[in-house]
């Protein structure tokens, strides 16, 4: 890290009698500019932890997609031996169901990164003043390179079930990064809370278990209500759908949906965020009295 970027990431802490919430505007404004000057810090946590990850691992990456491959392997045999009936889906069902895990688990590693990263850094927090975006930022780093590595194994599906490579395939990114968002924007709200309570964490892996049943990620999106209505009011099944279409056949078959959910993930990250900002200095302070 260059003294430069020394200088721009950590800044003095000055405390004053108004608060932070008054000016709104100001804060925001602050928001991006502490997001600009934590990329370097955030770089470097970003190789710190992918190191301390798979130093001590036998299987490394593999670790990235073989458990949504195991998952989506399973529902392949349970279907085809009739254990489990799912409607028909209009492309290959084993294509249906590992591009379907996939990107559940790519979703569910966007709910938890923000918490797993907050949790990692908290000695760090409790001793030394560093921009917290920097944290967020590091998370998504590693959420990104995620997504390279799911987008190798996406292309292999393709490629060894011989689906039609279309146009589409393109923009496909497009939506798998709203995936990201819209996880990351939920993990973001349930971080202060996690912060102080355990519970969270503990509960976050059965929340999320359950969720897989309540999302058409192995099954076609359901017809009759009230399980429609279930998929309708689920924010995660548009963007799944709409980027396994894209994948798989080259366009969004549903794209109302997927608009709408994409409208309301940005205002949404942006409340998270600013209930972050606001609350960890509480926290942290709270954890180092």
């Known amino acids: 890290m260059t003294q430069k970027t020394q200088q721009n990431s950590f800044q003095p802490v000055i405390y004053t009698p108004d608060s932070i919430m008054r000016t709104p505007f100001r804060l925001i404004c602050q928001l991006w500019k502490d997001l600009k000057n934590s990329r370097g810090l955030a770089w470097r946590l970003f190789v710190r932890d992918f190191s301390a990850k798979y130093r001590q691992s036998i299987f490394g990456v593999l ?43 790519l979703f569910t590693e966007s709910l938890n990164a923000p918490l797993k990263s907050v949790q990692a850094a908290k000695s760090i927090l409790a001793k030394i003043k560093i921009p917290y975006e920097a944290l967020l930022l590091s998370a998504f780093y590693s959420l990104l390179l995620n997504f390279l590595i799911k987008a190798i194994v996406i292309a292999g599906i393709l490629v060894f079930f011989k689906v039609k490579l279309t146009i589409g395939l393109l923009y496909a990114p497009l939506t798998i990064l709203a995936l990201i968002i819209l996880g990351l924007a939920i993990g973001l709200l349930l971080t202060p809370i996690g ?28 017809k009759s209500f009230p399980l429609s209505l279930l998929s309708n009011l689920n924010p995660v099944s548009p963007i799944i759908e709409a980027s396994r279409d894209l994948i798989a056949k080259g366009h969004i078959t549903n794209l109302q949906p997927f608009l709408i959910i994409l409208i309301l993930t940005l205002p949404v990250l942006m409340i998270a965020w600013l209930i972050y900002r606001v609350s960890i200095p509480i926290i942290v302070e709270r954890m180092s009295a």
């Open 63 to 105: 670790w990235a997609f073989v458990p949504p491959i195991l998952v989506g392997l399973i529902f392949i045999v349970l279907q085809s031996k009739k254990v489990v009936t799912f409607s028909k889906t209009d492309i290959p069902y084993p294509v249906f169901a590992l591009v379907g895990t996939t990107l559940w688990q």
């Open 195 to 222: 912060m102080l309570y355990t519970d969270v964490s503990s509960a976050l892996p059965l929340l999320t278990q359950l969720w897989f049943f309540l999302t058409p990620v192995v099954y076609p999106p359901p």
